[in-house]
């Protein structure tokens, strides 16, 4: 199975997603810094992977280094930075406070590295566990031949292995069960067009990808059963923030009498948010929208607005697949019951 990252020896290897589908370059991380860089520029980008990668990342600031104030300065300053490499995802939150908990616990005895590396671990084995898990719940709510469509790139590139949304995908073709996936590209960034249909074609699933703006179109005219999203942070009302794209989505699944699921380990649930209003939205800079990968669009002196991420009202979400079950409206009970 395709795992984006490797750990060998106090090297982190990550597999550049800025560089596919024409690429498959493999890029060796030793610090800290190069994992902020890396998570910042997209490099490595999926909510799950985003906290693997950063878990990682503190694992880097202490290895090698040997114990004492200096390298519990270091510590914190790895954690503060990662924190502010990208804001909507939770998971990046959550995997560098367990970090910090194993830091503050071990920081004065002998095994605080190795202690580390097996929570940054633990947390990457965990992320693919409940995508195989949710895989399986989420593909016996498809109906025979299913035809679906998804949007970004939720697969094995995004969480470490196997996939949220494409898990669900992936756990139906492994069943039988699938007949076609609608892909959308997901413009700016192109997780679709690129990440996508690279990881649909490497399995053999049959898809046709579509532009952004043909999707109330597909809707509209093809027999659709389902829609399949990620995310990237759920308030406790179910609220999710994902993908740019994913709630003009949502507004066309229920126009069209479709059902739209949110596939998401409990990972990406935020128990301390009691709705989407406070999910924070990622803006990135303008010269993706005008000048996607070098490649400029828009005429000089235009400029654009960039918010990499909507929120989904919970009201048009028809159920939330995690890994500890399938969670179904009123997401304010349903929500809380899957959280420890
Ligand atoms: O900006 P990205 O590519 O990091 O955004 C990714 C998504 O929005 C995914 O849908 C989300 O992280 C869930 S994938 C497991």
């Known amino acids: 199975m395709l795992t984006p990252v490797r750990w060998r020896g106090g090297v982190l290897e990550i597999l550049d997603q ?11 991380l030793r610090h800290w810094e190069e994992v902020a860089e890396a998570i910042r520029t997209m490099r490595v980008r999926g909510a799950p992977l985003i906290g693997i990668v950063a878990a990682y990342g503190l694992v880097l600031a202490v290895w090698g280094h040997r114990p004492g104030r200096e390298r519990d300065a270091r510590f914190r300053e790895a954690f503060e930075e990662l924190g502010e490499t990208r804001p909507t995802a939770v998971n990046l939150f959550r995997a560098l406070e367990r970090l910090r908990k194993v830091f503050e616990r071990h920081k004065d005895g002998p095994d605080l590295h190795d202690l580390l590396l097996a929570e940054a671990r633990a947390i990457h084995r965990e992320e693919v566990e409940a995508c195989r898990a949710m895989g399986r719940l989420g593909a016996t709510l498809l109906p025979d031949g299913a035809t679906v469509v998804t949007i970004c790139n939720t697969g094995a590139l995004a969480t470490g292995g196997y996939g949220t949304a494409l898990g669900v995908i992936r756990a139906a073709r492994e069943m039988g069960k699938l007949s076609l996936v609608y892909p959308l590209e997901t413009r700016p960034r192109l997780q679709g067009a690129r990440l996508t249909a690279w990881e649909l074609l490497q ?11 043909a999707a109330g179109w597909l809707l509209a005219r093809e027999r659709i059963d389902a829609v399949l999203v990620g995310a990237d942070r759920i308030a406790r009302n179910g609220d999710t ?25 409990t990972s990406t649930i935020d128990p301390n948010l009691t709705s989407g209003e406070g999910i924070p939205i990622e803006e990135r800079d303008e010269g993706e929208v ?7 669009f828009a005429p000089d002196g235009a400029t654009a607005w960039n918010p990499a991420f909507d929120v989904t009202p919970a009201e048009l ?17 349903s929500v809380g019951s899957v959280l420890q």
């Open 290 to 296: 005008l000048a996607p990968y070098g490649m400029k």
């Open 203 to 213: 399995e053999g699933i049959p898809f046709r990808l579509i532009a952004d703006s």
């Open 241 to 265: 923030a994902n993908k740019i794209g994913t709630y003009t989505l949502a507004v066309l699944a229920r126009r069209h009498g479709v059902p739209f699921y949110v596939v998401a380990p």
């Open 317 to 333: 979400i028809t159920a939330i697949i995690t890994e500890r079950g399938i969670l179904r409206p009123p997401f304010s009970e």
């Open 18 to 28: 800025t560089e596919l589908p024409w690429k498959e370059v493999w890029r060796e």
